[in-house]
T-cell receptor, first 116, second 112 residues
Framework: NAGVTQTPKFQVLKTGQSMTLQCAQDMNHNSMYWYRQDPGMGLRLIYYSASEGTTDKGEVPNGYNVSRLNKREFSLRLESAAPSQTSVYFC???????????????FGSGTQLSVL | GESVGLHLPTLSVQEGDNSIINCAYSNSASDYFIWYKQESGKGPQFIIDIRSNMDKRQGQRVTVLLNKTVKHLSLQIAATQPGDSAVYFCAENTRGAQKLVFGQGTRLTINP
């Protein structure tokens, strides 16, 4: 039982390049999330998927796209990377209660992305 | 406590002492609160959570206190150990919002 698995762990891009961050969970969770974490700051939500087939914007969605491929997998794509997207990216999942009101997130180990 | 900016609040404690990490929240509609621990190079790890119908919850060596009147949350760690060194985040959720909002984090360092 690996929990939440992210790939790659490290990536360096040049400005304008594109890439996709992969995330998979084996806990049969309904909801999945992508966060970014910048130095000295908390986690900021980029996109989330409350259930298979749905995605919604979070706090900082600009410059990103997501795909909920199936219940297990949720990918994050940078179409044209910018230096401002240099960050550590975390994928998370939760069982999620449909009416909200509390959800424990389980996080992957992160992807450190540098855009030059 | 939590604050906005590039510099994380830091709490230094002696090994064996108790640690208290504070968090203020602003949304009076928040009804679920959670504490995470993040060690260097790792993802956040769940510590303990509490719902708004409670004011205290205990786990193994940790206690979370919730004061809804002043919108304040605290994490108490008993007999702090070197392995407790990490950044601690509080997060809140509002019923129906389906997503957690994280604070800025507090760095806990342990002095031998």
């Amino acid at each position: 039982n690996a929990g939440v698995t992210q790939t790659p762990k490290f990536q360096v891009l040049k400005t304008g390049q594109s890439m996709t961050l992969q995330c998979a969970q084996d806990m049969n969770h309904n909801s999945m999330y992508w966060y970014r974490q910048d130095p000295g700051m908390g986690l900021r939500l980029i996109y989330y998927s409350a259930s298979e087939g749905t995605t919604d914007k979070g706090e900082v969605p600009n410059g990103y796209n997501v795909s909920r491929l199936n219940k297990r997998e949720f990918s994050l794509r940078l179409e044209s990377a910018a230096p401002s997207q240099t960050s550590v990216y975390f994928c998370a999942s939760s069982e999620a209660v449909p009416t909200g009101g509390g959800e424990k997130l389980f996080f992957g180990s992160g992807t450190q992305l540098s855009v030059l | 406590g939590e604050s906005v900016g590039l510099h994380l609040p830091t709490l230094s404690v002696q090994e064996g002492d108790n640690s208290i990490i504070n968090c203020a929240y602003s949304n009076s509609a928040s009804d679920y609160f959670i504490w995470y621990k993040q060690e260097s190079g790792k993802g956040p790890q769940f510590i303990i959570d509490i719902r708004s119908n409670m004011d205290k919850r205990q786990g193994q060596r940790v206690t979370v206190l919730l004061n809804k009147t002043v919108k304040h949350l605290s994490l108490q760690i008993a007999a702090t150990q070197p392995g407790d060194s990490a950044v601690y985040f509080c997060a809140e959720n509002t019923r129906g919002a389906q997503k957690l909002v994280f604070g800025q984090g507090t760095r806990l360092t342990i002095n031998p």
